[in-house]
């Protein structure tokens, strides 16, 4: 694309082009028809069939003239990445020819066969039935591809008895909850005219790109999207000249494109920036509701594949691809906001006076330390493992960072009644020709799992390869709960000013141990959140659990959420999917190691050997010591490498007969399979640096992280 044609002028036509958003539905709805659904957009009045009926020919009209021939449901299973079942418009007529047709209850409903999908026990396979159901509040989108233009209509996914066997449909349930519970706190503080508060999410992504010819060497990388093997390179990340750097011709080429692909979706990819490691990258988009953020995030990841594809690239969204430098993750930054636009969680210049903000602030800082546990296991994955408690990214333990002048405001309530807040003042730089800033009242702190940063939370334990709709229904939930015993002691309160003064005082004295503004990566930190009781759930498979902990259940349940049976099948599908995840990488190791490692070592020791041989047959008196005891060195390694192989292989092996629960099951893979893989690696990696690289067969950490 030429530089020149990136006006405002393109640019604000291709913006949401392949997107059925309001203007469209504006524009080509009847007018009676556009109220009725934004209605139920707006104000989640249930939706009229004959509503439906007619949108679904306008979005066929529209969808076509733009060039679709097919439309599918598109659905976030528990998989953690979307699917979506192709249908044509295609309806044939009596005489002989086709026409396209589209009709409401295509639109609203279909009904993939479900049986292959995680349930997690919720569903037999002979009752394959699923159904997915048209959410409206996430606008139709075209995808093209090299299928053509397909028409994807957001859906949600339940079984044949209503259970929800996705991400979508909790998060929706969620933001009901959250938004009658929230409008019960306005309606106490006066306010009258908001009818609905929804929350709001900005998913920052970070991701790595690497060249698609040396990925396609790499089995690892293809079978479980991560290294297994690798050395650490001469360079790493260790200079820090890759964050914030200059960006390479090619990846900006992929970042301009993906831009654009974006743009198309609606999807408002505002930031993109190099990040730590090298190959590292992040995108932002600008903040929507979370429902359409979470739709966004999927299509960020799947688009920034495709996209990566085009220019010979590979775009790595796991949490850790490669050991020794930097993970990925995704920064959730989520706050709430009434549909007439004022963001609760807006401190004001003095929030020591701001009393509704000091109350939903509240309610966030005991929903976290409540429900630290459910939080912790809404970030949970296998890959997400590498980086929580793993001094790099924000640790197992979960902790508010508030900044100075919201703590001290709390400590001023706890010892009686707010006065002040502190100010910022202004920063000068010390030159005299540079403009005096307006000075932020808190610093940054980049290393707390949940940090208040200005007006939104940020919530730094996402795993990059994940869903965002777990924490997000997660986080929703347990605040609509905080919110709703809040109400109800505000309600009945014979004084508003004395009983909300009372309750935020109790909420601090009881709940100020979840704050912490210092630096989480510190070793001191994790002894005083020991003494201060905070959990330090270092794994994911120990996480789990808390899906069905007594009290999780019971929020979730109470709240409509998740139901009772639910929550087990999530347990059940994260501890399967933690099971499977391990085999696999267990099972690439081995191949790797038995079919390319071993042999490629045991050609270069018997080249040494050769050599020496060589070498003596010729008479000559020379100094043979450095191949004799490079041999010496190498094939103790590689002896030590097949004992490993072999250790693997029988742990593998073993897992099958081991469990039939998969809690116990989940365990004896980290416990035992992945730390039998983490000794082979030990053994593989040195093997790496005692074999010449004419041998080696298979790139390594520097071609992968700077031949890009
Ligand atoms: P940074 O955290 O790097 O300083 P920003 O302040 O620009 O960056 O915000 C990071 C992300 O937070 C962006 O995706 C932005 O849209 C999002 N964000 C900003 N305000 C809100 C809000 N009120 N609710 C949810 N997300 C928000
Ligand atoms: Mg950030």
Not at 117 to 134: C, K
Not at 360 to 372: N, R, S
Not at 466 to 481: C, H, M, R, W, Y
Request: glycine fraction near 6%.
């Amino acid at each position: 694309m030429e530089k020149s044609i990136m006006t405002e002028g393109y640019l604000s036509n291709i913006y949401g082009s392949n997107v059925f958003n309001d203007s469209v539905m504006r524009e080509r709805l009847p007018k009676a028809t556009y109220k009725a659904l934004r209605k139920t957009i707006d104000d989640g009045i249930s939706l009229d069939p004959t509503v439906a009926e007619v949108v679904a020919n306008a979005m066929k009209d529209w969808a076509i003239e733009k060039g679709a021939t097919h439309f599918t449901h598109w659905f976030q299973p528990m998989t953690g990445i979307t699917a979506e079942k192709h249908d044509s418009f295609i309806s044939p007529t009596s005489d002989g020819k086709v026409i396209m047709e589209f009709s409401g209850k295509e639109l609203i409903k279909g009904e993939p066969d479900a049986s292959s999908f995680p349930s997690g026990g919720l569903r037999a396979t002979f009752e394959a039935r699923g159904y997915t159901a048209w959410d409206c509040t996430s606008p139709a989108f075209l995808k093209e591809d090299a299928a053509g233009v397909t028409l994807c209509i957001p859906t949600a996914f339940c079984s044949y008895t209503g259970e929800a066997l996705d991400k979508k449909t909790p998060l929706l349930r969620s933001m009901e909850v959250i938004s009658k519970q929230a409008i019960r706190v306005l309606r106490l503080f006066g306010n009258t005219t908001a009818t609905r508060v929804i929350t709001t999410v900005g998913a920052e992504q970070e991701y790595f790109l690497i060249d698609k010819g040396l990925y396609d060497q790499r089995k690892d990388l293809i079978y479980t999207g991560r290294t297994l093997f690798g050395a650490k390179p001469p360079k790493g990340q260790e200079l820090e000249d890759h964050y914030f750097g200059t960006i390479k011709d090619r990846i900006s080429a992929f970042m301009k494109e993906l831009d654009i692909e974006l743009w198309k979706l609606g999807v408002s990819a505002k930031t993109k920036h190099n990040e730590v490691a090298p190959a590292q990258h992040e995108l932002a988009p600008i903040f929507s509701t979370t429902n359409i953020a979470t739709d966004h995030n999927q299509l960020t990841m799947e688009t920034m594949k495709r996209v990566a594809n085009r220019h010979g690239l590979v775009c790595l969204l796991h949490e850790k691809p490669f050991a020794g430098v930097n993970g990925s993750g995704k920064h959730n930054n989520w706050s709430l906001s009434t549909n007439d636009g004022q963001n609760l969680l807006d401190p004001g210049n003095t929030p020591h006076d701001n009393a509704q903000f000091l109350v939903f602030l509240c309610a966030v800082i005991k929903a976290v330390d409540d429900y630290a546990d459910l939080l912790r296991v809404s970030a949970a994955n296998p890959g997400n493992d590498h980086r929580l408690g793993a001094n790099e990214a924000p640790p197992a333990i979960i902790s508010i960072f508030l900044g100075e002048q919201l703590t001290d405001i709390l400590e001023q309530i706890e010892k009686g009644e707010a006065l002040q807040s502190k100010q910022g003042g202004e920063l000068r730089i010390g030159v005299s020709t540079l403009p005096s800033l307006p000075k932020d009242s808190t610093d940054r702190n980049r290393t707390s799992p949940f940090a208040f940063t200005g007006n939104k939370f940020e919530f730094r334990m996402v795993p990059s390869s994940g869903s965002i709709a777990a924490p997000n229904f997660t986080l929703n939930t347990i605040v609509a709960e905080i919110l709703s015993q809040i109400a109800e002691r505000l309600e009945k309160a014979q004084d508003f000013n004395t009983e909300m003064q009372k309750l935020l005082q109790e909420i601090v004295a009881k709940h100020k141990r979840i704050i912490f503004n210092g630096n989480n990566y510190s070793e001191d930190w994790v002894k005083e959140a020991e003494a201060r009781g905070l959990p330090n759930i270092k794994s994911s498979v120990a996480s789990i659990p808390a899906i069905i902990a007594e009290k999780n259940i019971e929020v979730m349940a109470k709240h409509k959420v998740l139901s009772k049976t639910e929550m087990e099948s999530r347990y059940e599908i994260s501890l399967e999917n933690y099971i499977k995840t391990i085999n696999i990488e267990a099972l690439t190791m081995l191949e790797m190691a038995k079919r390319q490692l071993l042999p490629a070592s045991i050609k270069f020791a018997t080249k040494l050997a050769e050599s020496i041989n060589t070498i003596k047959s010729t008479g000559v008196n020379a100094d043979i010591s450095a191949q004799s005891e490079l041999l010496v060195e190498l094939s103790a390694v590689i002896a030590s490498f097949r004992k490993n192989i072999i250790n693997l292989e029988k742990s593998v092996a073993d897992a099958v007969q081991m469990h039939n629960d998969s809690y116990k099951l989940a365990c004896y893979y980290r416990d035992d399979v992945f730390s039998k893989m983490g000794m082979l690696r030990i053994d593989g990696d040195k093997l790496e640096t005692l074999v010449d690289e004419e041998f080696w067969p298979i790139p390594t950490y520097g071609d992968l992280l700077f031949k890009v």
